[in-house]
Nanobody, 125 residues
């Protein structure tokens, strides 16, 4: 059974930083791409960042490019999201997910089949 557990969310002021971490188990983690998505109240869940199986390729939503960095450690079965220069519009529940298709990263929500429970990020103005 695949399990994903996020941690690291919290309350931060505009311009601050947070680092989210996702611990994975139950699948050969290193064979699969991973992604981060977020959902703000009343909005659809949206893509934030994705990373391929080896960590050599990363993809970002335009809204976070240059501020967020996704990384992974296959030895520890973790994927992290470093978030800098946070803005109030980054406020959301952040979810990590593992790809259903294998090694290649994707921004498409439907290509991820397992999700964590989410961690709240709140950026105050």
């Amino acid at each position: 059974q695949v399990q994903l557990v996020e941690s690291g969310g919290g309350l931060v002021q505009t311009g601050g930083s947070l680092r989210l971490s996702c611990a994975a188990s139950g699948r050969t983690f290193s064979r699969y791409a991973m992604g981060w998505f977020r959902q703000a109240p009343g909005k659809e869940r949206e893509f934030v960042a994705a990373i391929n199986w080896s960590g050599s390729m990363q993809y970002y939503a335009d809204s976070v490019k240059g501020r967020f960095t996704i990384s992974r450690d296959n030895a520890k079965n973790t994927v992290d999201l470093q978030m800098n220069s946070l803005k109030p519009e980054d406020t959301a529940v952040y979810y990590c997910a593992v790809s259903a298709l294998g090694p290649g990263a994707s921004s498409r929500r439907g290509e991820y089949d397992y999700w964590g429970q989410g961690t709240q990020v709140t950026v105050s103005s």
